[in-house]
């Protein structure tokens, strides 16, 4: 099948295809943007389903030419960006019942293929390098992070659920508090207000900030790590 | 005694009732959880109370029998993980007078247990080494911080005192305003308004973020050293 | 021309010149802030505007100046510091019409050149090494950066749009919440008041944290890299 | 003279009397601490008062015992920690007129004495060592963070103080923004409303967090630059 040529990227078919796809990915985002709008009217909003309906369909047709002509069809198909493919599309088939709003989101995982395009692959292996050496280190830092978390909750709620019962009716309130707190984002909208809650919060503060801003950190001296591996590699495989 | 056998790790039984005793960990910090929400009836609080009570009394088993088990008794009741054991089934001894919530709250330590069991025990010894790489310095910080955390504290009291007499009453509100923004956290419920307080502020954090914040990034360096040493022990143990 | 040697950096009449135009981009700087002020009477404002015009006027002929001096006059025109310079002077010829006040903004960039006649040169040549060696790294994070971003505002539209419809009217509310919360500024203008909106920000935190705050890590180890390559060269230069 | 052994630290007076020192350095730190509370009566207050008067004759003693004890008594009294000292003993002198309130918190600065005396010199003494590696880099960020800061009060400024007139009033207010957005701190009281207020705010925000919070992720690089510095040294003085 000839036609299936637009799936090479070698040939000028298969990059004008794969920028024809861009566009219809940035487009439909862009779609899923201004239905966000108050002030557009019914109209337009159908018009705008109608698109979006469309649009869905070529993804559909590029998701079977896909299948058609890889070589290993099952191993596309359970692959990371075919089931991506698979879960974009979806809508198509469950316009009824289902609540249509939430399944376009799937379609932002289709802003990974821009990636994919991008020249910038060397620099995405080095952060999958950097992610497989911090691995250990982050999974249990983020072990620590949850544990402080709870601990956070639990304690604020502890010592300021008799000053503002309402602010922090139950754990769940204590976790939001933690969160926003430990993140530093800090919105303001719950805060300790009695003596014991803000020295509880002084010294999860201390010890809260050394765990969870580590990973951070974390990553980026992994990162660093992983460009001295490939320069060590380069210079290996020059020497041999 | 053969039943002693369910702490030989090694053994299926051992396997089971690791498992036993983890699930018990959760689901007590579940029930902890539930007892905060403020709609529960009193009839399901007395049952929630009695239900914590049932796993404390398997925690105290499991506290004796673990003693029974050991070889060196008095090494394992004065270890960390001991003295946890002890405190997490104190409530036992301690119903009458003392508030029970606070003593919940030690329940939340058994926690570190389940990432004994996790094999993530090379990641925890590169953790043990970084901090003891930087020690010196992360104490060095911790008492600039205080430092910084009082002058911050005395300042702003000076500067925002008379402006805002009700927010700033004593160096107490000075020092949690203090906590507050150098942590860059910044609830918003105290701020200064006064043109002093506020070039008062920008200096105090040109100077402060430099010394709060440098811990986090001193931990996730110290942790790179630490894998780096890994290495070099690793090759020095291949070369001999 | 002997009187172009005010541009020769080498001659004592060089030196003062160039100090006396530092002086006024600080003082055309100073005038600026000042004309911000509100409680300005009309005259003054009238005083400060003509200062400004006069001091416009000794760029422009600097300007001139700089072009006649330079060997290769359409290279300095259409080299970076020429457009800085000749954009600066703009608002002399656009007096009608356009809105001067934008237009003074352009004086800002002159502070640039102060940066240039400082003897920082070569930890500014280290910053441009760090830039291009961490650049693929911090394109990737930025990519990776603005998709979390509109992940994030399309996410918390959803799932607070119909409990604060006029908080969050469009992705465009959504936009400024993820901003404000993913770089931790946390203003708290905008914050989830739902369940759903809540865990959706934790969960958001975690995953963005991870990536809008490596970029910060990434230039301070690749400024460490580029120092270290720099000591490298020296050694090697000292070799041979 | 022998009562002047009391400055030797290595004799056991001199030990007690640096405890004495210090204990009086941290009594006097509570003292100021207490002060600042709204409920102390007048009475108090005096008795207060009084305390710190004695102290500061106490230091004011020692000053002089130390200028008797030190060999180059000039290069003592201009030292930093000679000067230290004058200055905390300062109010001594200046009782009438001048408010003694600001004074008091010089005598913060003895605080810096502890550190002298705790053992970790060597810490320290790395920190001064990564400070001057580190030192051209952050004085160029530093540069940049204050334009940028500026940019961002200008910016702000011409984009919101036509629709908030109150809150932007000047420049003034733009950098007290600046300030509180660019640390990330958020207070929370002033924040642009304006569409092009916040597109504004997410651009200097992109730019100004990969400038603001660089300084600090070089103090830490710096630091572990310096730890292997020391151990390179320790080798090579081993080598020979």
């Not at 009217?41 to 998701?63: C, N």
């Not at 909208?189 to 765990?211: E, H, M, Q, R, S």
């Amino acid at each position: 099948m000839k036609f299936l040529n637009i799936f090479d990227p070698k040939k000028k078919t298969g990059k004008l295809f794969e920028g024809f796809i861009l566009f219809l990915i940035i487009f439909s985002i862009i779609l899923m943007s201004i239905e966000t709008f108050p002030s557009i009217s019914e109209t337009h909003k159908q018009l705008l389903g109608r698109l979006e309906h469309y649009i869905l369909i070529i993804f559909g047709l590029e998701y079977l030419i896909r299948i058609a002509r890889s070589e290993k069809k099952l191993r596309y198909i359970f692959s990371f960006s075919g089931l991506i493919d698979a879960l974009v599309i979806a809508p198509l088939f469950l316009t009824s019942g289902a609540d249509l709003r939430i399944l376009r989101g799937y379609r932002l995982l289709r802003l990974v293929q821009i990636l994919k395009l991008a020249k910038y692959s060397s620099a995405i292996r080095r952060f999958q390098v950097a992610l497989s050496i911090a691995k250990e280190e982050i999974l249990v830092f983020l072990f620590f992070a949850f544990f402080i978390l709870f601990v956070a909750a639990y304690g604020i709620f502890h010592f300021e659920n008799s000053a503002q019962p309402k602010v922090f009716s139950s754990i769940l309130d204590g976790l939001w508090w933690a969160v926003a707190t430990l993140t530093t984002v800090g919105y303001g909208d719950v805060y300790p207000i009695t003596a014991a809650g803000k020295i509880f919060t002084g010294l999860i503060l201390v010890v809260g900030l050394g765990v969870v801003a580590v990973p951070t950190g974390l990553i980026a001296s992994a990162i660093t790590k992983a460009r001295a591996l490939e320069t060590d590699n380069q210079r290996l495989s020059k020497k041999t």
